[in-house]
């Protein structure tokens, strides 16, 4: 019999399927049945073998098994990707949400989908489509149309088993420049260390997409200290928790989108809601790139679960860091982990900011130590951007001929794709042209 279904686990569990909840089972004596370990493996196996039309990823020897499985989704979105896991994990659901698989299967929704396909598969011809499975189910599952059998005798919609509101499911309006391009571009601002000055780069970054005529937005997923709606001065911000108990706020920062500054989702009140809201993130993000051609995301010091997501569903990442060598050593510290979760770092665009000709770290210096990135110099822009921002005066800085500005507007032309960087071009005001490669510094 071909194989119908590839298992991806690690070496014990496959030697042990009790391990797996699959008790009295011989894995590699299953015919409809492939079993590997490695990451690498699963890849190769599931790319070669045309018969497969599941694919269940439980963990794995050598990687995360939600990047396995975003990898899988990735490279054939047509086939069914589950990922199993024993442990109720919000954040583990939501990244798999953004990874766009077909569900996550707690061990007893596994073992019934196991034993679903092991009889679909015991009968002569027949397939894992829902239709088949309802001559062994003892549910029916009229009305539901292209879903498998999981539906039929779990009760779950493998198109929603990770649950969304309905508000931010339905379709919003996107602006003119949308039809032209297939999708808002996503960019994350991270960096290693507190003090880099990312906050101000996401602020500016985004003050300059808006000002170009782009619709633009700005997630604040620093969850614990984000403080951009005092950037760019906002008073009233709509929040992630706010978002979290009426996904219909959503709908609001279109109108927002419509004045001087970007529309914000602001980081939440209390600091003790971040560890509740990071669920949420995903789904906003997928929103707010349905309504906005720009979508700016700024991030915590912190690292954790909200980075992850963030960079899973980024378009651009700059990678932001000052003129210390502790700051270097942070940034490298921080891209250790990025390989580690399979994050993919090789169009991260790396900045020295609040750079001098008298500092310490230069691009060059950054690009040694990080095995060849292409790093930049963003050039100290004085009191004046501490002051304007911290004053609540946003578009005088962006009106200003800062040095730090024009680098800015610089960096937002590489980041984004074609047709928007034309019309950012188009819209930066005549003033003398200042690479953003070259070496920073007073003006």
Not at 359 to 370: F, I, K, M, T
Not at 418 to 437: H, L, N
Request: with cysteine; hydrophobic share 40%; net charge neutral.
């Amino acid at each position: 019999m071909t194989k119908r279904v590839l298992l991806c686990a690690d070496g014990q569990s496959l030697a042990n399927p009790t391990l797996l909840g699959l008790d009295d089972e011989r894995l590699d004596s299953i015919s409809w049945l492939a079993c590997v370990s490695s990451a690498e493996s699963c890849r190769r196996t599931a790319h070669a073998t045309s018969s497969l039309e599941e694919l269940w990823v439980v963990s794995c020897d050598d990687m995360d098994p939600i990047n396995v499985a975003a990898a899988l989704k990735r490279d054939d979105p047509e086939k069914r990707v589950y990922l199993v896991s024993f442990g109720n994990n919000g954040s583990l659901a939501s990244r798999a949400a953004a990874a766009k698989l077909d569900g996550v299967l707690n061990e007893l929704l596994f073992v019934k989908r196991y034993e679903q396909v092991k009889r679909a598969c015991g009968i002569q011809g027949k397939t894992l489509s829902l239709q088949s499975d309802e001559e062994f189910s003892g549910q029916g599952a009229k009305g539901a149309k292209g879903t498998g059998c999981l539906q039929a005798e779990c009760g779950v919609s493998p198109s929603r088993a990770i649950t969304e509101p309905q508000a931010l499911r339905d379709p919003l309006p996107r602006s003119p420049i949308s039809a032209k391009e297939p999708k808002a571009t996503t960019i994350a601002v991270v960096s290693g260390s507190g003090g880099s000055g990312k906050s101000t780069i996401a602020a500016v970054l985004s003050l300059l997409s808006k000002n170009a005529g782009l619709s633009t937005a700005v997630l604040d997923a620093d969850l614990q200290f984000g403080d951009m709606d005092y950037l760019l001065g906002v008073q009233e911000p709509i929040r992630i928790e706010d978002i979290a108990e009426d996904g219909g706020r959503l709908r609001n920062l279109a109108g927002q989108g419509a004045k001087e500054r970007p529309a914000l989702v602001a980081a939440p009140r209390r600091i003790e809601t971040s560890e509740v809201v990071v669920s949420e993130i995903p789904r906003i993000l997928e929103t707010l790139k349905s309504m906005f051609d720009v979508v700016i995301v700024n991030t915590g010091a912190f690292w954790s679960d909200s980075q992850a997501m963030v960079l899973e569903s980024a378009d651009s990442v700059v990678f932001v860091m000052d003129a210390r060598p502790s700051s270097l050593r942070a940034t490298a510290h921080a891209m250790e982990l990025c390989v580690r979760l399979g994050v993919a770092t090789t169009g991260f665009t790396f900045v020295v900011n609040k750079h001098e000709k008298t500092s310490l770290l230069s691009a060059v210096d950054v690009a040694c130590a990080l095995h060849g990135v292409k790093a930049s110099e963003a050039p100290y822009g004085g009191r004046d951007v501490d002051e304007l921002l911290g004053a609540g005066y946003p578009e005088e800085l962006i009106a200003s001929k800062n040095s730090f500005v024009e680098a800015m507007a610089d960096l937002l032309e590489n980041l984004l794709p074609d047709k928007k960087r034309e019309v950012v071009g188009r819209g930066r005001r005549t003033r003398k042209k200042r690479s953003f490669f070259s070496r920073g510094g007073r003006p």
